[in-house]
């Protein structure tokens, strides 16, 4: 559910809104006379909100997400990932 605070009270209580972002993720809403002016965000969710757009800015992005999708779960783990790294990084010297 939104919560929506008027800037009054994120003058007086900025310290603890700023808190409850951070700790529920969920958004507030700012008004000003009533009428929405401005929304607090916890900054990881705002981040990757501005990593998805920026992804869906590519003209291929549908096809690179289906992609992404078909290649879910097929990572290769950390210590695997290390030992191939390590022989690589020994046959080029």
Do not use: C
């Not at 603890?16 to 965000?41: D, F």
């Amino acid at each position: 559910m939104e919560k929506i605070v008027p800037i009054s009270d994120l003058q007086s209580k900025a310290k603890k809104l700023v808190e409850q972002v951070k700790k529920t993720g969920e958004p507030i809403i700012i008004t000003q006379r009533g009428r929405a002016a401005a929304m607090l965000v916890n900054f990881e969710l705002y981040e990757g909100h501005l990593a998805t757009l920026d992804e869906m800015s590519f003209p291929d992005w549908k096809e690179r997400l289906a992609e992404a999708e078909r290649d879910k779960g097929k990572g290769v783990e950390l210590q695997d990932f290390l030992k191939g790294k390590r022989s690589y990084d020994r046959g080029k010297k």
